[in-house]
């Protein structure tokens, strides 16, 4: 089992000079420890999540991405999970690429339908209903597919048309980034990750949830002619590690036993403590779940 570091918190601690140190050191100690991947939130005001308000602080997610790549070298890295709305699909593309370029090859593209409509009224971002934001999500896929492969001509859409799909230089080692796509919906999200993904990310709301969710996944892989096995499952967890570490582990025990490869924990705390205390208590014997 994989361990990776879900940082969604900017607020901690309080002073915003100290928000780049923090990120440095947390990102390095996380890397030591072994983590696979460390992944920011795409939004640009703080949920709110446990007491969270908008008007803490909040970083753009592939900007703070570019940081972290010049003070790592191993660790995956990529945004849990993109918005769709919040970029178009030509200029994400290259985004993601120059990620990938400048971090020697460790971007994964997480993406999902974007929701959070308070940032997006409030920033001028297009609020449209659910159904196009998902047509929206299956174009975005497919032009960055496009994007990283060796066809660089046009893309017509229903909401995107592209004359070029030039991407130069392309991704690192004529390979593209993972796809990620995030979320549990079962009729839409799962059946895009059937189609198009390489990895699925869900909740981690308990294993009996997790494993209805893998069998509506499955199910639309063999709709889709899709080699289930083929597909990374990952898993994020939103409840206290360090206070709770037996319960964690035991469930990451069978969420491993269902698939799962790869769990992602969130600081509750100062992350430097926070990362510091699961690198010397919790990685190691996640490390040993097979």
Same mark, same amino acid.
């Given at each position: 089992?994989?361990?990776?570091?879900?940082?969604?918190?900017?607020?901690?601690?309080?002073?915003?000079?100290?928000?780049?140190?923090?990120?440095?050191?947390?990102?390095?100690?996380?890397?030591?420890?072994?983590?696979?991947?460390?992944?920011?939130?795409?939004?640009?005001?703080?949920?709110?999540?446990?007491?969270?308000?908008?008007?803490?602080?909040?970083?753009?997610?592939?900007?703070?991405?570019?940081?972290?790549?010049?003070?790592?070298?191993?660790?995956?890295?990529?945004?849990?999970?993109?918005?769709?709305?919040?970029?178009?699909?030509?200029?994400?593309?290259?985004?993601?690429?120059?990620?990938?370029?400048?971090?020697?090859?460790?971007?994964?593209?997480?993406?999902?339908?974007?929701? %959070?409509? !308070?940032?997006?009224?409030?920033?001028?971002?297009?609020?449209? &209903?659910? /159904? +196009?934001?998902?047509? *929206? #999500?299956?174009?975005?896929?497919?032009?960055?597919?496009?994007?990283?492969?060796?066809?660089?001509?046009?893309?017509?859409?229903?909401?995107?048309?592209?004359?070029?799909?030039?991407?130069?230089?392309?991704?690192?080692?004529?390979?593209?980034?993972?796809?990620?796509?995030?979320?549990?919906?079962?009729?839409?999200?799962?059946?895009?990750?059937?189609?198009?993904?390489?990895?699925?990310?869900?909740?981690?709301?308990?294993?009996?949830?997790?494993?209805?969710?893998?069998?509506?996944?499955?199910?639309?892989?063999?709709?889709?002619?899709?080699?289930?096995?083929?597909?990374?499952?990952?898993?994020? %967890?939103? !409840?206290?590690?360090?206070?709770?570490?037996?319960?964690?582990? &035991?469930? /990451? +025990?069978?969420?491993? *036993? #269902?698939?799962?490869?790869?769990?992602?924990?969130?600081?509750?705390?100062?992350?430097?403590?926070?990362?510091?205390?699961?690198?010397?208590?919790?990685?190691?014997?996640?490390?040993?779940?097979?």
């Amino acid at each position: 089992m994989k361990l990776g570091l879900h940082y969604w918190n900017f607020s901690t601690p309080t002073e915003p000079e100290l928000i780049a140190p923090t990120l440095a050191q947390t990102a390095r100690i996380a890397e030591d420890a072994g983590m696979s991947s460390f992944t920011p939130m795409d939004h640009y005001f703080q949920m709110r999540y446990r007491g969270g308000s908008a008007n803490e602080p909040m970083l753009e997610g592939y900007t703070t991405l570019g940081y972290v790549a010049a003070l790592t070298t191993r660790m995956t890295l990529g945004l849990m999970v993109t918005g769709v709305m919040y970029r178009h699909p030509g200029l994400l593309a290259k985004i993601v690429t120059t990620l990938d370029v400048l971090s020697g090859g460790r971007a994964q593209f997480g993406i999902g339908a974007s929701w %959070y409509e !308070r940032e997006q009224r409030g920033l001028g971002v297009p609020v449209v &209903a659910m /159904a +196009e934001r998902f047509e *929206r #999500l299956e174009e975005t896929i497919q032009i960055c597919l496009q994007m990283w492969s060796d066809d660089d001509g046009p893309y017509r859409g229903r909401h995107y048309q592209l004359e070029e799909t030039l991407c130069v230089p392309a991704p690192l080692g004529r390979r593209r980034p993972a796809i990620m796509i995030g979320g549990g919906g079962e009729k839409k999200t799962l059946r895009l990750v059937a189609r198009y993904g390489d990895a699925c990310n869900l909740f981690a709301t308990g294993p009996d949830e997790v494993a209805h969710k893998l069998g509506v996944l499955r199910a639309h892989c063999d709709a889709e002619g899709r080699d289930y096995e083929a597909i990374e499952k990952t898993v994020m %967890y939103s !409840r206290p590690v360090l206070e709770e570490t037996g319960v964690f582990l &035991a469930e /990451a +025990e069978e969420y491993a *036993r #269902l698939g799962v490869s790869e769990i992602q924990v969130l600081p509750d705390r100062h992350p430097v403590d926070f990362t510091e205390q699961v690198a010397e208590h919790v990685s190691p014997r996640v490390a040993d779940i097979g």
